[in-house]
C-alpha cells in the first residue's frame, strides 16, 4: 500500500520569494515520486520525477525537489517563484498507477 | 506528435443515467490510466488498460468500467450515475514496454462531468 500527504492545502507567497511545498509518503515497494502542477482548467503537467540515484531532482520551471528516505520526505523547492507559478500541486508515488496527494495550492502574489 | 486528448470537454447527466467518456492516447503509446479527481482533491486511480486488457484497478465498483481499442484509445464508461461521480476525469497514456517498472504518464485535460 502507498500514500502520499501534502502537508499544506494552501501556501501563500510573494513574488521574488522562495517557497517549499511540503510531501510525505508511505510505500512498501521501491519508492518513484512525482511532482505534477494543475494550471486552471487543465489537465496535469509533470513538473519532476524521482525514480533512483542523486536525491536532488531538478524538474522543469526552476524547480527542483529532494528525496529524503529517512524522513520519507520528498519537498519541492524553487528559490524565487513568479506569478505565473500560482497553480495546485500535487505529489504522487508509485509505478504503473499512481497515488496523488489532495494537492497544494500555491498563490503566488505581486 | 499529438498528445492526450479527451471528449466530451464538459457534459451533465442525471442520477442513474450512464455516461461514457473517450480518449485518444499519445502517438506511440500503448496503456491508458484513468483517474477521478474530485473537486478539491487529488486525482484517483480508477484503472489502466494495456493491450486492450485491464491491467489493474483501484478501488472503485463494477458500475466503471473500460474498453481500449486497438488503436489504444480508451473509454470509460460509468453506469447507474451517483451525484459523487460528480468530479473531472482524466485520462493519461504511456509506453508500457515490456519488464519495464516504469512508465511516464502524460494526462489529458479532462472531461468534467456534472451529476445532478
Known amino acids: 500500500a502507498q500514500s502520499v500527504t501534502q502537508l499544506d492545502s494552501q501556501v501563500p507567497v510573494f513574488e521574488e520569494a522562495p517557497v517549499e511545498l511540503r510531501c510525505n509518503y508511505s510505500?512498501?515497494?521501491?519508492?518513484?515520486l512525482f511532482w505534477y502542477v494543475q494550471y486552471p482548467n487543465q489537465g496535469l503537467q509533470l513538473l519532476l520525477k524521482y525514480l533512483s540515484g542523486s536525491t536532488l531532482v531538478k524538474g522543469i520551471n526552476g524547480f527542483e525537489a529532494e528525496f529524503n528516505k529517512s524522513q520519507t520526505s520528498f519537498h519541492l523547492r524553487k528559490p524565487s517563484v513568479h506569478i505565473s507559478d500560482t497553480a495546485e500541486y500535487f505529489c504522487?508515488?508509485?509505478?504503473?498507477?499512481?497515488?496523488f496527494g489532495s494537492g497544494t495550492r500555491l498563490q503566488v502574489q505581486p | 506528435e499529438t498528445g492526450v486528448t479527451q471528449s466530451p470537454t464538459h457534459l451533465i447527466k442525471t442520477r442513474g443515467q450512464q455516461v461514457t467518456l473517450r480518449c485518444s492516447s499519445q502517438?506511440?503509446?500503448?496503456?491508458v490510466s484513468w483517474y477521478q479527481q474530485a473537486l478539491g482533491q487529488g486525482p484517483q486511480f480508477i484503472f489502466q488498460?494495456?493491450?486492450?486488457?485491464?491491467?489493474g484497478r483501484g478501488n472503485f465498483p463494477p458500475r466503471f468500467s473500460g474498453l481500449q481499442f486497438p488503436n489504444y484509445s480508451s473509454e470509460l464508461n460509468v453506469n447507474a450515475l451517483e451525484l459523487d461521480d460528480s468530479a473531472l476525469y482524466l485520462c493519461?497514456?504511456?509506453?508500457?514496454?515490456?519488464?519495464?517498472?516504469?512508465?511516464?504518464?502524460?494526462f489529458g485535460p479532462g472531461t468534467r462531468l456534472t451529476v445532478l
Open positions: 510505500s512498501s515497494v521501491s519508492v518513484y
Open positions: 493519461a497514456s504511456s509506453l508500457l514496454a515490456g519488464d519495464s517498472r516504469y512508465n511516464e504518464q502524460f
Open positions: 504522487a508515488v508509485g509505478r504503473r498507477a499512481l497515488t
Open positions: 502517438s506511440g503509446h500503448n496503456t
Open positions: 488498460y494495456y493491450r486492450e486488457e485491464e491491467n
